[in-house]
């Protein structure tokens, strides 16, 4: 495997390096504020402000410590909540109240229908997607080899494990063939051995699918393994400390773990998060 290096820039940068060409997601100044239910109608300022920009075809990892906003982040992109402030865009055009075309969300939960079959949860994701019915199988069975789960097209959930159950919501985001994929700790619930099995998957598709990903995830290792760049975000509000350019080659797989840039790079991380996700306990850091 080729040398691999991480960018040893100072570890308080706000903003994305300059993308070539024109990015895919663009958030500009962008701040998330949620009034708290009850009486006091308390403003919580959730997020940033962030300005980043999403290359396309790129694979970026946001870290950060508990509560910093990353799911808000990731709903911000979906079209899932709108900005107090600032811009999103997707493709050049504002995104707000609607998931985009071209865009696929997974999230953390097993969303899998347990009163559908395999095939019928994939088939699920084209509701809404108006396709003649060979385009529609084309899809469906290529959405079904590329997770492996062509020989249990006829199962149902309960009788799969939970990665098995993860690739079904994958597979069913990839048949809508978004060209923007956005992971909100996909793997959170599955076992570390499988987790390692699951990003060769998710590593597989952005191959094969060309389609950029933007992964929310709280493990440093993950983002480690499975991203060209990964944001580090400060304690609540959060906003971006640090972006780590991992330099990987594109037909990485987990065996990655074993190299000694990969040690780099978690090191790198935590030394960037350690004082924010100690902000984020209550316990700031006090210099020796
Ligand atoms: N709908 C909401 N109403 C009020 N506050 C909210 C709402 N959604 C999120 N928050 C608050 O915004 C902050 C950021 O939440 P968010 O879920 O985005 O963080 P996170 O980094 O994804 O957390 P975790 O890592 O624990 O999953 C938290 O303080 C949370 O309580």
């Known amino acids: 495997m080729t040398s691999i290096m991480t960018t040893s820039k100072p570890i308080t940068p706000t903003r994305t390096p300059s993308a070539p060409g024109a990015a895919q997601v663009s958030l500009r100044g962008v701040d998330k504020e949620f009034i708290r239910p009850g009486r006091s109608g308390e403003t919580v300022h959730a997020l940033g402000p962030i300005d980043l920009d999403l290359r396309r075809g790129e694979f970026f990892a946001v870290v950060g410590p508990s509560g910093c906003g990353k ?23 504002p995104i707000h109240n609607r998931i985009p075309d071209g865009v696929g969300v997974v999230f953390q939960e097993d969303a899998s229908f347990p009163w559908l079959s395999v095939r019928e949860n994939i088939a699920f994701g084209l509701r809404r997607i108006k396709i003649d019915p060979k385009e529609r199988e084309r899809r469906i069975e290529n959405a079904l080899a590329m997770m492996g789960l062509t020989s249990f097209a006829h199962s149902f959930p309960a009788q799969l494990s939970g990665g098995m159950r993860q690739r079904v919501c994958i597979a069913r985001t990839l048949v809508t063939e978004p060209r923007l994929i956005l992971l909100d700790e996909p793997f ?6 499988t987790r ?30 499975l991203a060209d760049r990964i944001g580090v975000m400060s304690a ?4 971006l400390i640090d ?11 987990s065996r990655i773990v074993q190299e000694e840039a ?6 790198r991380l935590w030394r960037s998060l350690r ?9 700031p850091e006090v210099e020796p």
Not at 275 to 283: D, H
């Open 196 to 225: 390692l099995l699951m990003g060769d998957e998710v590593l597989n598709l952005w191959r094969k699918t060309g389609a950029t990903v933007f992964l929310i995830t709280h493990a440093l290792d993950e983002a480690a393994m």
């Open 188 to 193: 959170g619930a599955l076992d570390q051995q």
């Open 236 to 239: 609540r509000p959060g906003r």
């Open 262 to 267: 990969f040690g780099a790079i978690t090191a």
């Open 71 to 93: 799911s808000t982040l990731l709903e911000l992109v979906a079209g899932l909540s709108t900005a107090t402030r600032g811009d999103v865009t997707f493709e050049g055009k």
């Open 275 to 283: 004082a924010e996700s100690m902000k984020a306990i209550g316990k």
């Open 243 to 253: 972006i780590v350019e991992t330099g990987w080659p594109r037909d990485r797989d």
